[in-house]
């Protein structure tokens, strides 16, 4: 079984494992899914849950409760749509991978993205933010070009919930 450290990535452990770990070796792991500090030491101290179900459950509830200032937390690990993630580690390993498609992207389209999230966070004051994993490069330039129209409190509940999908999926690829 090896942890999520920051110069290696995950690799999935069983939840009996995860159950079994000391408190900062699972907290390490946690932070991969969503870097808020009071909802990892929740989703830890929750322990033992024996089911990946029973983790997922309790994981998806607690990032029901989320605020804006979590929001901002867990982005400044966020890498933009379309920009490499950079560095070692389980995070930067899990931005690749779920942006994988965008190695695919049209110049244009790329470009496009680009302008938006540069529109977006001047507008929004923050990084946008969408899961990546599952949707082409056009998906996410027609989602980022709808968001820039959104209020301040619809836009912050739309990330929020990108958020915890996002959360929601890497837990998924960790817990076996």
Avoid: C, K
């Amino acid at each position: 079984m090896t942890a999520a450290s920051p110069t290696r990535p995950t690799v999935p452990v069983s939840v009996a494992d995860f159950d079994a770990l000391d408190g900062s070796a699972a907290a390490e792991i946690v932070a991969v899914w969503a870097a808020i500090p009071g909802w990892v030491d929740a989703v830890v101290s929750g322990r033992p849950y024996g089911t990946r179900a029973a983790l997922a459950e309790r994981a998806d509830a607690l990032a029901r409760g989320w605020s804006a200032a979590d929001l901002d937390t867990a982005l400044a690990h966020h890498p933009r749509i379309g920009e490499r993630p950079r560095g070692p580690g389980a995070e930067a390993d899990a931005s690749r991978s779920e942006q994988a498609s965008m190695a695919s992207a049209e110049a244009t389209t790329a470009a496009a993205i680009a302008a938006g999230n540069a529109a977006y966070e001047e507008r929004f004051g923050r990084v946008f933010l969408i899961r990546a994993a599952g949707r082409s490069p056009e998906q996410m330039r027609a989602e980022l070009d709808r968001r820039r129209a959104n209020d301040d409190e619809s836009e912050t509940a739309e990330a929020l919930d990108q958020l915890r999908q996002i959360a929601l999926l890497r837990l998924e690829g960790a817990i076996s």
